[in-house]
């Protein structure tokens, strides 16, 4: 690029330098800034820097000069992304186990941008959590796209849905038959994502891991479903899918200690339904879909919940326990 062509793009470098160089802790004199300009080509004077620096403002970003050590230094003090909200995307990008570990890095060094090159170094320290299960499916982010694009477009898709062997190899589903079906929403649960989508074949809502759908393709096909999602509430859909395991709803009644409350109130809301039952317990009314993954989660908050209506439920309850009990006796 000609130096001609450099110098027309000054206020640009010059918020690249501003945002790069500095931040709330960090500053450089105007000096400094000369320098850094220098280095791509770009002659800058004093008196017209003041006016750049004011010209940044245009761009959101607010710097303030201070006196220092016998010397001026101006710094960014407002800019697109605090760290601390650098650090919550982070912190979401890794906890997710639907990205995978290349990309998850990829991800972070573009997040790393968006800070100073002093700040991007507690991003990066960030990163070496690692050792967790994440998936291996690269297509993820292609099939993800691709959702969005058929319900912008109102039409169906079709997949390959694969699951694990015993060779810990992915395999598909049904002998590679395909999958076709309306897709409606996405929707993150238990660390996955997940497509809700309407099976034309079986005329109901069912879901999907999105990280287990492979080959995905849209098709000239307009959704169906749209009668039943003009009434679905998607929240309360992934809150009764314990895991999103699906199975029969039921609205069932649970009786548990007062000081557990609020272990019911994280997964359902608050919203329940609940009435005193004595002076240390209380009973609660919520719709979940029976499924194993249920009675396990039951069982694994121990003591002082109880499962108490219906009594079809308090039936296989009792039978999915007895089954654990006689397996390990």
């Known amino acids: 690029m000609s130096r001609g062509m450099n110098q027309k793009l000054k206020l640009h470098f010059l918020r690249e330098i501003m945002l790069r160089k500095t931040d709330k802790n960090h500053a450089i004199t105007l000096a400094e800034i000369k320098e850094e300009l220098a280095k791509r080509e770009v002659t800058a004077e004093r008196k017209s820097l003041y006016s750049d620096l004011n010209d940044l403002e245009n761009f959101g970003i607010t710097v303030e000069g201070e006196q220092k050590n016998n010397g001026y230094y101006y710094k960014v003090v407002k800019r697109d992304f605090e760290i601390a909200e650098l650090k919550l995307l982070v912190d979401a990008i890794q906890s997710s186990k639907f990205i995978t570990e290349r990309k998850s890095r990829e991800l972070i060094k573009k997040i790393e941008g968006f800070a100073s090159e002093h700040e991007a170094k507690k991003l990066q320290r960030q990163v070496y959590v690692q050792g967790r299960i994440k998936t291996m499916n690269e297509s993820v982010y292609n099939s993800v796209d691709a959702i969005h694009e058929a319900i912008e477009n109102n039409k169906k898709i079709r997949f390959k849905y694969l699951r694990w062997n015993i060779k810990a190899e992915l395999e598909e589903r049904r002998g ?63 809150k009764k899918n314990f895991g999103m395991y699906g199975g029969r709803d039921e609205r069932i009644t649970i009786r548990l200690e007062n000081d557990k409350i609020g272990i019911f109130i994280d997964r359902f809301g608050k919203d329940i339904t609940i009435r005193k039952y004595d002076a240390d317990h209380v009973e609660i009314r919520v719709n979940v879909a029976i499924s194993g993954q249920f009675f396990g989660w039951i069982m694994g908050l121990g003591d002082g919940i109880e499962i108490v209506g219906p009594e079809s439920v308090v039936s296989e309850m009792k039978a999915a326990s007895k089954a654990l009990y006689n397996r390990y006796k």
């Open 176 to 238: 590679g038959e395909w999958y076709v079906i309306s897709p409606w929403a996405l929707t993150w649960d238990d660390e996955n994502y997940y497509l809700v989508a309407y099976d034309s074949e079986a005329g109901k809502i069912k879901h999907y891991r999105v990280d287990k759908m492979d080959k995905m393709q849209i098709t000239k096909e307009a959704r169906e479903g749209r009668e039943l999602f003009e009434r679905f509430d998607l929240a309360a859909y992934a």
